[in-house]
């Protein structure tokens, strides 16, 4: 098994014994998503960045702590949101950044899944809508949002990154995207508008 | 319309993410056949998920950040380093503290020497207490942005 196909466990088994190239393969797949997920609760690249810089110093300084039977992310995860939370008390946080400064340019979709001009406008509308609404929900909300609609994680791994019951992950969650799904109305009026179009159509 | 017990709403959202149990899943099946504001909510769910997880981040290049990751022999290293520091530093006031104790000087010169060294020690130690406590008791809780 090379190092880059080796899971995250075993790779923090080959880094723990020294192994140069595992621990460079660690970094690499580590830093986007710890830098993706501080981008996510911080809403701003330089302060991400930040984060991002500090909780991987964090997370390579105490790697031997790491039980090999538990799933890499949600440790990783953990570390970047006390790091954020952390940085969210010691400094002022800078103003946050709109979707499109922060998306991903040119991003293609696999064949078939291709958008139509119409729909893509409109998805492009909801996601910007989202982002804006995600920035006035509480961090309570946010975080577990994120966890669960941007990083996919399980709400195993969720309870395990919170530090809560599985059983709350699901309320808490639900509660959030109710939150959200408010804003979304009473900013654009996101249900009225689907349902508005869809009779439009018929 | 069937009679039902109170619906959990929140159901909903275990629904839309593969997290219930078979029968759950079942309950919730049967409850959206009855009331269109659950089936409406579930799609703008549904919506708003698939927005989210088609939404692609940019990620900086590799070289914007440095996650310096070290080895065992750094760490090790490290350590010990902070271990001798700690050291010399008991090992230098043991040695302040027996010749404060010992030295052939009146008392008065000692209490004054005691109450220059001791208290920006002791503002020091509070503060550092005060920032211990702070770190170790509901961290996030009182955090919003």
Redesign the interface.
Known sequence: MTTGQAGGADLVVL????D?EA??E???R???KA??FA??LLRN?EDA?DV??EA??SF??H??RFDEARQLDPWLLSIV??QA??F??RRK?RAAES?DE????G?ALPAGQAPSAFDRVE?DE??AR??RAL?EL??EHREI?VL???Q?L??LQIAEVLGIPKGTV??R???A??A??DL?RAGGG??ND??ASRDHAQ | MRSETAFD??????YL?G?LTQGEAQRVRVHLEDHPESR??L???A???E??????????E?D??????????S?LSRRTGWTLILLWLAVVTGLAVWGWWTAPVRWWTKALTAAIVGGPLLLFLSVLRDRLDVMSTD??RR???
Do not use: C, I
């Open positions: 880094a723990k014994g020294g140069r621990l460079d660690l970094a690499r580590a830093g986007p830098y993706g981008l996510q690249r960045l991002t810089q991987l110093v390579f300084d790697l031997d949101r006390n939370y952390d969210l008390r946080v979707l922060l998306l991903e340019q991003v998805r909801l996601r989202l982002w920035g509480s961090s949002l669960r609609d941007y996919d399980s709400y699901m309320s969650l639900h509660r995207r109710r959200l799904r979304l996101f249900g689907t349902e | 709403e929140s159901l909903l959202s275990g993410d997290e409406r909510l799609e703008e769910l919506a708003m998920r927005a989210a997880l088609t939404t692609e981040l940019a990620v900086p590799d914007q950040w440095d996650p310096r990751p070290r080895g065992p022999f760490r961290r996030y955090v919003q942005r």
